[in-house]
Protein backbone atom coordinates (compact mmCIF):
# COMPACT_ATOMS: atom_id res chain seq x y z
CA UNK A 1 0.00 0.00 0.00
CA UNK A 2 1.94 3.08 -1.13
CA UNK A 3 1.94 6.17 1.80
CA UNK A 4 -0.55 9.05 1.19
CA UNK A 5 0.10 11.37 -1.78
CA UNK A 6 3.14 13.12 -0.75
CA UNK A 7 4.46 11.77 1.91
CA UNK A 8 7.37 9.85 2.08
CA UNK A 9 7.31 5.91 3.01
CA UNK A 10 7.21 5.58 7.31
CA UNK A 11 10.55 3.54 6.91
CA UNK A 12 12.03 6.78 5.58
CA UNK A 13 12.04 8.89 8.99
CA UNK A 14 13.46 5.70 10.70
CA UNK A 15 16.11 5.64 8.27
CA UNK A 16 16.87 9.25 8.82
CA UNK A 17 17.65 9.29 12.48
CA UNK A 18 19.55 5.67 11.62
CA UNK A 19 21.76 7.97 9.57
CA UNK A 20 21.80 11.14 11.71
CA UNK A 21 22.51 8.64 15.20
CA UNK A 22 25.13 6.53 12.72
CA UNK A 23 24.27 3.49 13.79
CA UNK A 24 24.72 0.76 11.09
CA UNK A 25 21.19 -1.06 10.91
CA UNK A 26 17.82 -0.76 11.51
CA UNK A 27 16.07 -3.93 12.60
CA UNK A 28 11.91 -4.58 12.23
CA UNK A 29 10.80 -7.92 12.95
CA UNK A 30 6.76 -8.39 13.37
CA UNK A 31 6.26 -8.27 17.69
CA UNK A 32 9.21 -6.18 18.55
CA UNK A 33 9.58 -2.58 18.09
CA UNK A 34 12.03 -0.61 15.75
CA UNK A 35 16.03 -1.59 16.77
CA UNK A 36 18.86 -0.11 15.77
CA UNK A 37 22.36 -1.83 15.53
CA UNK A 38 24.20 1.38 17.47
CA UNK A 39 27.90 1.02 18.43
CA UNK A 40 27.22 -2.87 18.24
CA UNK A 41 24.62 -3.32 20.35
CA UNK A 42 20.52 -3.15 19.51
CA UNK A 43 18.65 -0.06 21.07
CA UNK A 44 14.86 0.51 20.62
CA UNK A 45 14.51 3.41 17.84
CA UNK A 46 10.37 3.45 19.62
CA UNK A 47 8.73 2.33 21.93
CA UNK A 48 5.83 0.78 19.49
CA UNK A 49 5.65 -3.08 19.00
CA UNK A 50 5.15 -3.53 15.27
CA UNK A 51 2.55 -5.84 14.49
CA UNK A 52 2.34 -8.17 11.26
CA UNK A 53 -0.24 -6.35 8.96
CA UNK A 54 1.04 -2.94 10.38
CA UNK A 55 4.99 -4.02 9.30
CA UNK A 56 4.08 -5.78 6.21
CA UNK A 57 2.10 -2.27 5.53
CA UNK A 58 5.20 -0.38 6.05
CA UNK A 59 7.35 -2.84 3.91
CA UNK A 60 5.36 -2.54 0.95
CA UNK A 61 5.10 1.46 1.07
CA UNK A 62 8.81 1.24 0.23
CA UNK A 63 9.57 -2.21 -1.97
CA UNK A 64 7.69 -1.25 -4.61
CA UNK A 65 7.96 -4.12 -7.54
CA UNK A 66 10.62 -6.04 -4.80
CA UNK A 67 7.60 -7.06 -2.71
CA UNK A 68 6.54 -9.20 -5.13
CA UNK A 69 9.63 -12.07 -5.17
CA UNK A 70 9.53 -11.16 -1.19
CA UNK A 71 5.85 -12.55 -1.19
CA UNK A 72 7.14 -15.23 -3.29
CA UNK A 73 10.04 -16.82 -1.93
CA UNK A 74 9.84 -15.58 1.71
CA UNK A 75 13.10 -13.35 1.41
CA UNK A 76 14.48 -11.00 -0.86
CA UNK A 77 17.41 -8.40 -1.06
CA UNK A 78 17.94 -5.38 -2.78
CA UNK A 79 19.04 -1.57 -2.18
CA UNK A 80 16.74 1.78 -1.32
CA UNK A 81 18.07 4.92 -1.30
CA UNK A 82 17.14 8.34 -0.20
CA UNK A 83 18.38 11.20 -2.18
CA UNK A 84 21.00 13.11 -0.56
CA UNK A 85 21.27 10.75 2.52
CA UNK A 86 22.15 7.80 2.16
CA UNK A 87 21.72 4.14 0.22
CA UNK A 88 20.65 0.76 2.10
CA UNK A 89 21.14 -2.68 1.91
CA UNK A 90 17.85 -4.04 2.45
CA UNK A 91 16.82 -8.03 3.79
CA UNK A 92 13.37 -8.76 3.51
CA UNK A 93 12.72 -12.09 5.45
CA UNK A 94 9.82 -14.13 7.38
CA UNK A 95 10.21 -15.58 11.11
CA UNK A 96 7.63 -16.97 13.24
CA UNK A 97 5.93 -14.20 13.94
CA UNK A 98 5.49 -12.57 10.51
CA UNK A 99 7.67 -10.27 8.41
CA UNK A 100 11.34 -9.07 9.11
CA UNK A 101 13.62 -6.63 7.76
CA UNK A 102 17.30 -5.20 7.90
CA UNK A 103 18.25 -2.60 6.41
CA UNK A 104 21.66 -1.33 6.13
CA UNK A 105 23.30 1.90 6.13
CA UNK A 106 25.65 2.83 2.33
CA UNK A 107 27.22 6.36 2.88
CA UNK A 108 26.68 8.23 -0.31
CA UNK A 109 29.70 9.49 0.11
CA UNK A 110 32.79 6.15 -0.14
CA UNK A 111 35.44 6.62 2.39
CA UNK A 112 39.09 6.55 1.40
CA UNK A 113 41.48 3.72 2.73
CA UNK A 114 43.06 7.40 4.82
CA UNK A 115 39.50 8.01 6.26
CA UNK A 116 39.37 4.70 7.37
CA UNK A 117 42.86 4.98 8.92
CA UNK A 118 43.88 1.72 6.90
CA UNK A 119 47.42 0.42 7.43
CA UNK A 120 49.70 0.81 4.71
CA UNK A 121 49.58 -2.57 3.81
CA UNK A 122 45.90 -2.51 2.26
CA UNK A 123 46.99 0.65 0.28
CA UNK A 124 49.44 -1.60 -2.09
CA UNK A 125 47.03 -3.72 -2.32
CA UNK A 126 45.23 -1.08 -5.19
CA UNK A 127 48.49 -1.76 -6.88
CA UNK A 128 48.78 -5.01 -7.76
CA UNK A 129 48.65 -6.12 -11.23
CA UNK A 130 46.85 -9.26 -10.62
CA UNK A 131 45.61 -12.34 -8.40
CA UNK A 132 43.42 -12.85 -5.67
CA UNK A 133 42.38 -10.89 -3.13
CA UNK A 134 40.27 -11.95 0.12
CA UNK A 135 38.64 -9.65 2.48
CA UNK A 136 37.04 -12.04 5.57
CA UNK A 137 35.33 -11.42 8.20
CA UNK A 138 31.77 -11.60 10.05
CA UNK A 139 28.22 -9.95 8.65
CA UNK A 140 28.44 -6.43 10.21
CA UNK A 141 32.71 -6.31 10.17
CA UNK A 142 32.99 -3.41 7.33
CA UNK A 143 33.96 -5.81 4.28
CA UNK A 144 32.09 -3.46 1.62
CA UNK A 145 33.61 -0.40 3.23
CA UNK A 146 37.53 -1.99 2.62
CA UNK A 147 36.57 -2.99 -0.26
CA UNK A 148 35.08 -0.07 -1.88
CA UNK A 149 37.81 1.97 -0.05
CA UNK A 150 40.37 -0.14 -1.90
CA UNK A 151 38.27 0.00 -5.36
CA UNK A 152 38.16 4.07 -5.06
CA UNK A 153 41.91 4.13 -5.02
CA UNK A 154 42.64 1.58 -7.91
CA UNK A 155 39.38 4.70 -9.28
CA UNK A 156 41.77 7.85 -8.35
CA UNK A 157 44.95 6.22 -8.85
CA UNK A 158 44.78 4.03 -12.65
CA UNK A 159 42.89 4.30 -15.93
CA UNK A 160 41.62 0.26 -15.86
CA UNK A 161 38.29 -1.84 -16.54
CA UNK A 162 36.72 -2.63 -12.96
CA UNK A 163 33.84 -5.02 -13.09
CA UNK A 164 31.67 -5.40 -9.35
CA UNK A 165 29.23 -7.99 -9.03
CA UNK A 166 27.30 -7.73 -6.47
CA UNK A 167 24.00 -8.40 -4.57
CA UNK A 168 22.48 -5.98 -4.18
CA UNK A 169 24.65 -3.04 -5.62
CA UNK A 170 26.03 -0.98 -2.51
CA UNK A 171 28.34 1.56 -3.36
CA UNK A 172 28.07 3.21 -6.37
CA UNK A 173 31.13 4.38 -7.65
CA UNK A 174 32.02 8.09 -9.30
CA UNK A 175 33.68 8.55 -12.71
CA UNK A 176 37.20 9.19 -12.24
CA UNK A 177 40.05 7.64 -13.65
CA UNK A 178 38.77 4.19 -14.71
CA UNK A 179 35.65 2.67 -16.38
CA UNK A 180 33.51 1.93 -13.79
CA UNK A 181 30.81 -1.63 -14.95
CA UNK A 182 28.85 -2.37 -11.69
CA UNK A 183 26.08 -5.13 -11.96
CA UNK A 184 23.36 -6.70 -9.64
CA UNK A 185 22.57 -9.95 -8.97
CA UNK A 186 18.82 -10.52 -9.81
CA UNK A 187 18.59 -7.37 -12.31
CA UNK A 188 21.80 -7.70 -14.55
CA UNK A 189 22.57 -11.50 -13.63
CA UNK A 190 21.20 -14.10 -12.88
CA UNK A 191 23.92 -15.67 -10.08
CA UNK A 192 27.28 -14.67 -8.71
CA UNK A 193 28.57 -17.81 -11.16
CA UNK A 194 27.00 -16.86 -14.35
CA UNK A 195 27.78 -13.21 -13.98
CA UNK A 196 31.68 -14.30 -13.58
CA UNK A 197 31.57 -16.23 -16.73
CA UNK A 198 30.48 -12.79 -18.31
CA UNK A 199 32.99 -10.46 -16.90
CA UNK A 200 36.30 -12.42 -18.11
CA UNK A 201 34.86 -11.99 -21.34
CA UNK A 202 34.80 -8.05 -21.36
CA UNK A 203 38.55 -7.30 -20.90
CA UNK A 204 38.33 -6.49 -16.95
CA UNK A 205 41.17 -5.80 -15.10
CA UNK A 206 39.89 -5.76 -11.74
CA UNK A 207 36.96 -7.78 -10.23
CA UNK A 208 35.20 -7.40 -7.28
CA UNK A 209 32.95 -10.46 -6.00
CA UNK A 210 30.56 -9.30 -3.82
CA UNK A 211 30.33 -12.72 -1.87
CA UNK A 212 32.05 -15.84 -3.14
CA UNK A 213 29.24 -18.61 -2.01
CA UNK A 214 29.51 -21.55 -3.73
CA UNK A 215 32.18 -23.36 -5.02
CA UNK A 216 31.87 -22.39 -8.73
CA UNK A 217 32.02 -19.05 -8.33
CA UNK A 218 35.12 -19.62 -6.40
CA UNK A 219 36.72 -21.56 -8.87
CA UNK A 220 35.93 -19.32 -11.86
CA UNK A 221 37.15 -16.04 -9.64
CA UNK A 222 40.64 -18.55 -8.99
CA UNK A 223 40.42 -18.99 -12.98
CA UNK A 224 40.61 -14.88 -13.28
CA UNK A 225 43.35 -14.34 -10.57
CA UNK A 226 45.61 -16.74 -12.76
CA UNK A 227 44.53 -14.85 -15.84
CA UNK A 228 46.19 -11.83 -14.64
CA UNK A 229 42.78 -10.07 -13.61
CA UNK A 230 43.42 -8.67 -9.88
CA UNK A 231 40.15 -10.45 -7.72
CA UNK A 232 38.93 -8.88 -5.25
CA UNK A 233 35.94 -11.27 -3.59
CA UNK A 234 34.73 -12.07 0.27
CA UNK A 235 34.60 -14.93 2.65
CA UNK A 236 32.71 -15.45 5.85
CA UNK A 237 36.12 -16.39 7.98
CA UNK A 238 37.95 -14.69 10.84
CA UNK A 239 41.36 -15.89 9.95
CA UNK A 240 43.87 -16.06 7.12
CA UNK A 241 44.39 -19.90 7.79
CA UNK A 242 40.70 -20.66 8.35
CA UNK A 243 40.13 -18.34 5.02
CA UNK A 244 42.63 -20.34 2.96
CA UNK A 245 41.43 -24.06 4.11
CA UNK A 246 37.58 -22.41 3.42
CA UNK A 247 38.74 -22.00 -0.26
CA UNK A 248 40.77 -25.37 -0.99
CA UNK A 249 38.00 -27.19 0.99
CA UNK A 250 34.81 -26.21 -1.38
CA UNK A 251 35.81 -27.87 -3.52
CA UNK A 252 35.73 -32.66 -3.48
CA UNK A 253 38.70 -34.05 -2.32
CA UNK A 254 39.88 -35.28 -4.98
CA UNK A 255 40.11 -31.58 -6.84
CA UNK A 256 41.82 -29.88 -3.40
CA UNK A 257 45.42 -30.73 -4.80
CA UNK A 258 44.46 -28.71 -7.71
CA UNK A 259 43.01 -25.82 -5.75
CA UNK A 260 45.98 -25.53 -3.29
CA UNK A 261 48.45 -25.52 -6.91
CA UNK A 262 46.16 -22.44 -8.48
CA UNK A 263 45.50 -20.15 -4.83
CA UNK A 264 49.01 -21.28 -4.38
CA UNK A 265 49.90 -19.49 -7.96
CA UNK A 266 47.27 -16.62 -7.76
CA UNK A 267 46.64 -15.45 -3.73
CA UNK A 268 47.83 -12.10 -3.62
CA UNK A 269 46.38 -11.23 0.09
CA UNK A 270 44.11 -11.67 2.64
CA UNK A 271 42.77 -9.15 5.10
CA UNK A 272 40.50 -10.90 8.09
CA UNK A 273 38.79 -7.69 9.81
CA UNK A 274 36.93 -7.29 12.98
CA UNK A 275 35.04 -4.26 14.20
CA UNK A 276 35.64 -3.88 17.69
CA UNK A 277 34.19 -1.21 20.26
CA UNK A 278 36.07 1.83 20.82
CA UNK A 279 36.81 2.41 24.49
CA UNK A 280 35.29 5.51 24.77
CA UNK A 281 32.52 4.14 23.42
CA UNK A 282 32.21 6.43 20.53
CA UNK A 283 32.15 3.73 17.71
CA UNK A 284 33.79 1.27 16.38
CA UNK A 285 37.41 0.42 15.26
CA UNK A 286 38.38 -1.34 12.33
CA UNK A 287 41.18 -4.08 13.06
CA UNK A 288 43.34 -6.41 10.55
CA UNK A 289 45.18 -9.78 10.16
CA UNK A 290 46.81 -9.39 6.94
CA UNK A 291 48.64 -11.57 5.14
CA UNK A 292 50.52 -10.92 1.86
CA UNK A 293 51.82 -13.13 -0.91
CA UNK A 294 55.23 -14.36 -0.89
CA UNK A 295 57.19 -17.46 -1.73
CA UNK A 296 57.10 -19.07 1.51
CA UNK A 297 53.68 -18.35 1.53
CA UNK A 298 52.72 -20.37 -1.92
CA UNK A 299 55.09 -23.49 -0.56
CA UNK A 300 53.06 -23.22 2.40
CA UNK A 301 49.39 -23.26 0.26
CA UNK A 302 50.70 -26.02 -2.05
CA UNK A 303 51.85 -28.02 0.75
CA UNK A 304 48.56 -28.10 2.44
CA UNK A 305 50.24 -26.35 6.07
CA UNK A 306 48.08 -24.09 6.94
CA UNK A 307 49.08 -24.24 10.21
CA UNK A 308 52.60 -22.24 9.25
CA UNK A 309 50.60 -19.87 8.17
CA UNK A 310 50.73 -17.48 11.37
CA UNK A 311 54.23 -18.21 11.21
CA UNK A 312 54.42 -17.03 7.66
CA UNK A 313 52.77 -13.20 8.61
CA UNK A 314 55.08 -12.81 11.82
CA UNK A 315 57.92 -12.99 9.06
CA UNK A 316 56.75 -10.71 7.10
CA UNK A 317 56.18 -7.84 9.36
CA UNK A 318 58.52 -5.79 7.83
CA UNK A 319 56.24 -5.58 5.10
CA UNK A 320 53.45 -5.01 6.64
CA UNK A 321 52.08 -8.79 7.78
CA UNK A 322 50.46 -8.57 11.11
CA UNK A 323 48.63 -11.06 12.98
CA UNK A 324 44.99 -10.81 14.16
CA UNK A 325 46.83 -10.50 17.92
CA UNK A 326 49.17 -8.28 16.67
CA UNK A 327 46.47 -6.01 15.92
CA UNK A 328 44.23 -6.00 18.75
CA UNK A 329 47.49 -5.80 20.73
CA UNK A 330 48.32 -2.33 19.41
CA UNK A 331 44.51 -1.50 19.99
CA UNK A 332 44.45 -2.23 23.95
CA UNK A 333 48.04 -1.03 24.16
CA UNK A 334 47.39 2.59 22.44
CA UNK A 335 44.05 3.24 24.48
CA UNK A 336 41.54 2.62 21.73
CA UNK A 337 40.42 -0.80 23.05
CA UNK A 338 38.99 -1.92 25.97
CA UNK A 339 40.90 -5.19 27.53
CA UNK A 340 37.88 -6.67 27.99
CA UNK A 341 36.90 -6.47 24.69
CA UNK A 342 39.70 -8.68 22.90
CA UNK A 343 40.13 -11.37 26.20
CA UNK A 344 37.55 -14.26 24.49
CA UNK A 345 39.24 -13.14 20.43
CA UNK A 346 42.75 -13.08 21.09
CA UNK A 347 44.84 -16.71 21.04
CA UNK A 348 47.82 -15.68 22.92
CA UNK A 349 46.17 -14.38 26.31
CA UNK A 350 49.33 -14.67 28.31
CA UNK A 351 50.32 -11.47 26.20
CA UNK A 352 47.91 -9.42 27.26
CA UNK A 353 48.60 -10.02 31.14
CA UNK A 354 50.79 -7.10 30.86
CA UNK A 355 47.65 -4.72 30.56
CA UNK A 356 46.83 -5.97 34.10
CA UNK A 357 47.32 -4.36 37.11
CA UNK A 358 48.95 -6.62 40.07
CA UNK A 359 45.15 -7.60 41.65
CA UNK A 360 44.20 -8.90 37.87
CA UNK A 361 42.22 -5.88 36.70
CA UNK A 362 42.92 -4.04 33.18
CA UNK A 363 45.46 -1.52 33.76
CA UNK A 364 46.86 1.17 32.24
CA UNK A 365 49.10 0.39 28.69
CA UNK A 366 52.20 -1.71 29.06
Do not use: C
Amino acid sequence: MPPPTGQPPQIDRWLRELVQRKASDLHLAAGRPPLLRLDGSLVALAPTVLDAPRLTQILAEMAGHHMSPFEENGDHDFAYSIAGLARFRVNFFRQENGPGAVMRVIPEKILTLDDLGAPPALHRLADLAGGLVLVTGPTGSGKSTTMAAVIDAINTKYSRHIITIEDPLEFVHPRKKSLLSQREIGQHARSFAEALKSAVREDPDVLLVGEMRDRETIALALAAAEMGILVFGTLHTNSAAKTIARVVDAFPEEEQPQARASLAESLGGVVAQLLMPRKEGKGRLAVHEILLRTSALSNLIREGNTSMIANAIQAGKSQGMQTMDDALFAAVKDGKVALEAVTDIVVDKKRFEAFKDPHGEPGPAA
